[in-house]
């Protein structure tokens, strides 16, 4: 009797066991993009672990498109299991790249983002429609000792421009610790993107004035896009002002 009620048991650990691997969540590596950092998605993160997902928040480098593509592509392949990749902004592209050769990504979400295709620059994108006011916003470039620039928001314009439906205080301190993006990163060509094989959602507010809002949408129907959540009067940093909106589209794309 001993014996079999043994038996019972570890076959029932064993099917538990089977049964919380079938139903692990995947990991959600979210990617910040210029003028922003991981900080960004903080709001995010409560939500998504309040709900069961590892979520990672990496350190986009800003430094160029292959190169920061490459880390977040190493940080996808150091993950066991599944993978839903999120990008904001200039983050975008990134992941369009990053995702490639990796099985585990299941899909990617587009935060106000840019999603090129092979050829594109995210420059490109951003002056195909009109609406667009970053270039009035920046502020002058910081040379930098290797070649090229530094481009930054103007800190006395950071709150209308990147962020009008956050607190102003919130948005003065995200001002200070904003992450620059280098000139070429903003003006190199995509390769092929992961979106014209993954499925793909996107979220954007209509207030948004770094990636006027066609843009976006134009974007989101020639990816593809399962569902596109715009939101009223939402400004660049949707996920800071929104993030349950955010979350919940990511967890869709999750499923």
Do not use: C
Request: glycine content about 10%; hydrophobic content about 50%.
């Amino acid at each position: 009797m001993f014996k079999f009620a043994a038996v019972v048991a570890l076959a029932g650990a064993l099917l538990s066991g089977t049964a919380v691997a079938e139903t692990a969540k995947p990991t959600v590596v979210l990617v910040h993009g210029a003028f922003a950092d991981s900080s960004s998605w903080n709001g995010v993160v409560e939500i998504l672990r309040k709900d069961g997902f590892p979520v990672v928040a990496a350190a986009n480098p800003l430094r160029s498109v292959s190169n920061d593509a490459a880390y977040v592509s190493d940080v996808v392949a150091s993950i066991a299991g599944p993978v839903v990749l999120v990008g904001h902004s200039y983050g975008g592209q990134v992941i369009s790249t990053a995702a490639n050769g990796h099985d585990n990504v299941k899909s990617l979400v587009y935060v106000a983002a840019f999603a090129p295709d092979a050829g594109e620059s995210v420059a490109d994108l951003a002056g195909k429609f009109p609406g667009g006011t970053l270039g009035a916003a920046l502020a002058a470039p910081v040379k930098l000792s290797g070649g090229g620039v530094d481009l930054y928001i103007d800190q006395a314009k950071f709150h209308d421009q990147f962020a009008s439906d956050v607190p102003a205080e919130q948005a003065a301190l995200m001002a200070a610790a904003q992450r620059p993006v280098t000139d070429g990163a903003l003006n190199e060509k995509s390769g092929e993107p992961a979106w014209k094989k993954l499925p793909s959602w996107f979220v954007y507010g209509t207030g948004d004035k770094n990636i006027p809002a066609a843009a976006l949408a134009f974007m989101a129907e020639r990816a593809g896009s399962k569902r596109t959540v715009v939101v009223e009067g939402a400004s660049h940093v949707v996920m800071v002002s929104q993030p349950q909106k955010v979350a919940d589209l990511i967890e869709e794309a999750a499923k």
